[in-house]
């Protein structure tokens, strides 16, 4: 069974508590139990990670290609504007990476309508709240069939 590995940025772990209006109530644990449960009806094996933390989650990234991961699915936060790092290491790995935003990052402030990631991935999916994140899965489920 192929298996993909997503990885929540920073902040994410406070999904719930945190600016309600933008983010909606759900908890990363939450969003994390939809994504299994629709993991399993698609038939593809689902694992979770998330830190505060850039050099954690590129160390991640480097790593999931060893530990048999077939894609990533990815919500950087707020990394998303800002991170060499990320980009470099996504593009470097050669896996099938989407992107997900939970808000409409393109109808936020000006400094979050520029993904330095979104030129390395497979596709982006913004604005749909944890559905974003279910569609994501779907898409990129379709990249690794
Ligand atoms: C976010 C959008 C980012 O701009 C922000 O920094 C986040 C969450 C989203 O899911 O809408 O932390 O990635």
């Known amino acids: 069974m192929k298996k993909i590995l997503v990885i929540h940025g920073p902040n994410l772990n406070l999904l719930g508590k945190r600016e ?12 994390n139990k ?3 449960k629709k993991a399993k009806a698609l038939g593809v094996g689902i694992d979770f990670f998330q830190s ?7 160390q991640r990234i480097q790593d999931a290609k060893d530990q048999g991961f ?4 990815i919500n950087p936060a707020a990394y998303t504007h800002t991170s060499v790092a990320l980009r470099d290491v996504i593009s470097a790995i050669g896996m099938p990476v989407v992107e997900v935003h939970i808000s409409n990052i393109y109808a936020r402030e ?12 497979a596709g982006q999916i913004a604005g749909f709240g944890l559905n974003s994140y279910i569609l994501g899965l779907e898409a990129i489920t379709e990249l690794i069939k």
């Open 52 to 58: 505060n933390h850039e050099g954690d989650m590129v």
């Open 70 to 73: 077939s894609a990533i699915l």
């Open 110 to 121: 000006e400094f979050r309508h520029t993904s330095l990631i979104a030129p390395v991935v």
């Open 34 to 36: 939809a994504l299994s």
């Open 20 to 31: 309600e209006d933008i983010y909606g109530k759900m908890s990363l644990g939450d969003i």
